[in-house]
């Protein structure tokens, strides 16, 4: 999981250094993988030039001969590019002979197929400014020719690689982990206010984008929301948005279909948008798959269903594999005129069966597999509609449609102070303790004498148990303000252990008679146990494991002798006379129809 250090800072208001919350990070339970750092390191000589024109290179079809020019009146350079994403007029990053690129990459003067070229045209990964390297980096026209780089991008970012535990799914986005901080550091938690008026209706009334949307899957999609929005335009995202997604790896589309990948990284809460034109029937119903149905994703693959899948269907064909991926037959582009946005709750086992069965696994499955708060579903669709009202303009159609509700309140825990002191070994304030759930957004009860009753919230799906709490006190608290405490040692018993002094005396009995000790394994294999006792005997029947790792190791053992016979072989076939071996170990036995386990002496000469 990677977090932006910038973007984290937009939720997370406090002064904390990224220095201090890579110090508490793996304190508070996430690992930091490694740390990266965006942003260009000081260039001299890559500056903002103007392409003033171009023309294909007389010895070579791919290449163009540009034009540009990086300062008003000053005569312009001759650079040669292989990129196509750019026109007369656009403004670009040009790196002028001299300049040292990320990687010790020195600018020179160079021909390229028989003609010079006085410079270089870069692409923003080039100057580590993003991911996109498949064209040069285009700027905006109002910057002033000659801008120097450092000036232009003077921010850095820092980006955390963070190693997420299953069980913290909450985590798994940049306010959820704002959350964590803010209980360790103190500070608040600004999530994005919702600004659309979105009155919500549990049916659809057909419009002009959608006329029917059903829900028969409800076992696996407890609760789904929708929304119609006409006259989208789709283009470009703004630089904010690219460089936000972009630090976490994602590379930009467009900006419906970055809006949905942005809330996925802000708020945990997987999203997707159809283009309502590809829609056939203007109807979706989410259904099992039928067995054998095949669904052309995103990522330019066909995939064979089965009926134990779910599926987003229109009335012709699937157009999203529920909580895994979309169809390219529906998907968002710059033909796009309106678009229906979803949000839903897909029970996690049904996700994580189908991306394993599909070898498909995406940043949507990774969360819904392992269960998002069911109080985002709602949240998400509604931070995406403002964005993608405010980027891509567009007219609401109609109430958000929701379908079914997820059961979202988690029930109470029974907790004693007490206990938890007893369990941690040393002492607390009550006041303490309760402000240390509080600052995690727990309900706290203390009303009652006996015990409180603690309500983790909805996000917290992983605390359901006492000792839940006691590693969530521990973990905010800090585990280096546990106090010294001396350690305390039992001393040995004046008498061992009957067993132990029955291994003991044999062992030195039968060594003082000249025999070697063998140790060997306490599984063995099913032809073995049933030369002994018979296959379809009890006892090897009882002694069969369920599971067997190996098939040479399927049973546990019922004697020592086959083991010292295989140990006096393997030395007879290597020439080593030696024969008197012994074994101190347990045997498996079956006594009044129970397995049982017995103490074992066997010996061989």
């Known amino acids: ?53 171009f023309e294909a290179h007389p010895n070579a079809d791919r290449l163009r001969l540009c034009k540009v020019k990086t300062a008003e009146g000053d005569d312009y350079h001759s650079i040669i590019c292989g990129a196509k994403n750019f026109k007369a007029g656009d403004r670009v990053m040009v790196a002028l002979p001299g ?46 020719l000659g801008t120097d780089l450092n000036t232009l991008y003077s921010d850095t970012d820092i980006v955390f690689h963070l190693e997420v535990t299953p069980n913290r799914v909450d985590v798994l986005s940049h306010i959820g982990l704002a ?3 803010a209980a360790r550091f103190g500070g608040s938690v600004e999530a994005p206010k919702i600004q659309s008026d979105l009155p919500v209706a549990d049916s659809l009334e057909s419009n002009s984008v959608l006329q029917s949307l059903s829900v028969e899957a409800t076992d696996v999609c407890p609760e789904y929301s929708s929304i119609c929005i006409e006259g989208v335009q789709v283009g470009p995202s703004p630089d904010w948005l690219k460089q936000s997604l972009e630090s976490v790896g994602l590379r930009s589309i467009n900006n419906i279909v970055d809006i949905t990948n942005y809330v996925l990284h802000e708020t945990g809460q997987p999203l997707h948008a159809f283009d309502s034109a590809k ?28 009926d134990t899948m779910v599926v987003i269907a229109d009335a012709s064909k699937p157009v999203a594999i529920a909580g895994v991926m979309g169809s390219a037959d529906a998907e968002v582009d710059e033909s796009t005129q309106s678009i229906i946005l979803e949000s839903a709750y897909f029970n996690p ?38 964005l993608i009202l405010e980027l891509a303009g567009g007219t609401l159609i109609g109430k958000r449609v929701q379908i079914g509700s997820v059961d979202k309140a988690l029930e109470s825990i029974e907790f004693s102070p007490d206990a938890m002191r007893s369990f941690i070994g040393f002492s607390v304030e009550d006041t303490e303790v309760q402000s240390v759930f509080e600052s995690l957004n727990f309900e706290v009860d203390t009303s009652s004498e006996s015990a409180w009753q603690i309500t ?107 083991g010292l016979l295989d140990v006096l072989d393997l030395n007879l076939a290597r020439q080593n006379l030696t024969s008197q071996f012994f074994e101190r170990g347990r045997v498996f036995r079956v006594l009044n129809g129970q397995l049982v386990e017995l103490i074992s002496v066997g010996f061989i000469a």
């Open 456 to 562: 983790p919230p909805t996000y917290r799906q992983d605390v359901s148990r006492p000792v839940d709490l006691y590693e969530e006190f521990i973990r905010i608290f800090g585990t280096d303000k546990i106090p010294a405490q001396t350690i305390l040692a039992n001393g040995i018993n004046a008498i061992d252990h009957p067993i132990y002094q029955f291994n003991d005396s044999v062992g030195a009995y039968m060594t003082g008679k000249s025999f070697n000790e063998a140790f060997l394994y306490t599984l063995r294999n099913e032809e073995e146990v049933a030369f002994f006792k018979g296959k379809d005997h009890a006892e090897t029947l009882k002694l069969k494991l369920e599971n067997p790792l190996q098939s040479d190791q399927s049973h546990l053992r019922n004697s020592l002798i086959p």
């Open 179 to 181: 959350r964590e901080l």
């Open 279 to 306: 829609v056939s029937g203007q109807s979706l119903t989410i259904r099992h798959a039928k067995e054998g149905e095949k669904v052309n994703t995103l990522d330019e693959k066909t995939h064979t269903l089965n």
């Open 349 to 386: 086992s049904s996700v994580r069966k189908t991306s394993r069965r599909l070898n498909l696994s995406t940043d949507s499955s990774y969360r819904f597999e392992r269960g998002v708060d069911p109080l985002g579903v709602r949240y998400g669709i509604e931070r995406a509609c403002d």
């Open 1 to 53: 999981m990677k977090i932006s250090y910038n973007w984290l800072k937009q939720y997370f208001k406090s002064e904390v250094s990224s220095e201090a919350i890579l110090e508490a990070l793996p304190l508070i339970g996430f690992d930091v993988e490694e740390t990266e750092v965006l942003g260009p390191p000081k260039m001299e000589q890559v500056v903002v030039g103007e392409v003033i024109e």
């Open 99 to 144: 300049a040292v690129l990320p990687g010790n990459f020195k600018i020179k003067k160079s021909k390229l197929r028989g003609i010079e070229s006085q410079g270089m045209l870069c692409s923003a990964k080039e100057l580590n400014i993003g991911q996109d390297h498949d064209g040069i980096m285009v700027v905006d026209a109002s910057i002033a």
